[in-house]
């Protein structure tokens, strides 16, 4: 009587598999498990969905923008004395525009070399700065929706990239697995 394959969604909280599916003492055929994630596996599908952490702590950036910051305590005369004068929307636009361009290139250039680097959490970072530029000179307003397109769509490029990256690892490492899993079935068979 051959007992059947134990597949990960039956496991226990503590990882062990249910008693059903253990095999009994007098069982003598081989149990083959159903390859499992490896940690490799484990650590793409985590970076995989690290784009969307970053769109959303984006997306909390943007409400507190669209408000202007109004639940942030104001800065007082001495530090804005400290910092000076906030730069002119002439620049900052052009500075954004800039910015949004090369994201954009260097995310297409990682797309088309292969490369799994991803830099999310870095672009939240910048566009954040973009927020605080506008709302500082006092053109929040006029340049919310700028700041906005350009950031969601950065990071979804981004996270595009990363997820059919990492999607595609993912499916080599199981192939892998796979492999692994048929070469033990067949010395196992040969043994018997």
Same mark, same amino acid.
Not at 20 to 31: I, K, M, V
Not at 156 to 173: G, Q
């Given at each position: 009587?051959?007992?059947?394959? !134990?597949?990960?969604?039956?496991? =226990?909280?503590? /990882?062990?598999?249910?008693?059903?599916? &253990?095999?009994?003492? /007098?069982?003598?055929?081989?149990?083959? @498990?159903?390859?499992?994630? =490896?940690? +490799?596996?484990?650590? $793409?599908?985590? #970076?995989?969905?690290? /784009?969307?952490?970053?769109?959303?702590?984006?997306?909390?950036?943007?409400?507190?923008?669209? &408000?202007?910051?109004?639940?942030?305590? +104001? $800065? @007082?005369?001495?530090?804005?004395?400290?910092?000076?004068?906030?730069?002119?929307? =002439?620049?900052?636009?052009?500075?954004?525009?800039?910015?949004?361009?090369?994201?954009?290139?260097?995310?297409?250039?990682?797309?088309?070399?292969?490369? /799994?680097?991803?830099?999310?959490?870095t672009h939240v970072a910048y566009l954040a700065g973009f927020y605080f530029f506008y709302h500082f000179s006092g053109a929040m307003e006029e340049n919310f929706?700028?700041?906005?397109?350009?950031?969601? +769509?950065? $990071?979804?490029?981004?996270?595009?990239? !990363?997820?059919?990256?990492? +999607?595609?690892?993912? #499916? #080599?490492?199981?192939?892998? $697995?796979?492999?692994?899993?048929? #070469?033990?079935?067949?010395?196992?068979?040969?043994?018997?």
């Amino acid at each position: 009587m051959e007992t059947s394959p !134990v597949r990960p969604e039956t496991e =226990n909280a503590m /990882g062990n598999d249910s008693p059903e599916l &253990r095999p009994t003492q /007098g069982d003598s055929a081989p149990s083959h @498990p159903v390859p499992r994630d =490896n940690e +490799t596996i484990v650590r $793409l599908k985590t #970076k995989a969905s690290r /784009g969307l952490f970053a769109m959303a702590l984006f997306i909390a950036l943007s409400i507190g923008a669209i &408000r202007d910051f109004d639940f942030l305590p +104001t $800065l @007082p005369p001495r530090v804005h004395a400290l910092l000076g004068h906030p730069p002119s929307v =002439n620049l900052i636009s052009p500075v954004l525009l800039l910015y949004s361009f090369s994201a954009i290139i260097l995310i297409l250039s990682r797309m088309m070399s292969g490369s /799994g680097v991803s830099s999310s959490f870095t672009h939240v970072a910048y566009l954040a700065g973009f927020y605080f530029f506008y709302h500082f000179s006092g053109a929040m307003e006029e340049n919310f929706w700028a700041v906005f397109a350009a950031g969601v +769509t950065i $990071l979804a490029l981004d996270s595009y990239h !990363v997820w059919t990256y990492c +999607t595609e690892e993912i #499916k #080599k490492e199981q192939e892998i $697995l796979e492999e692994i899993a048929r #070469k033990n079935h067949r010395e196992d068979r040969s043994e018997d």
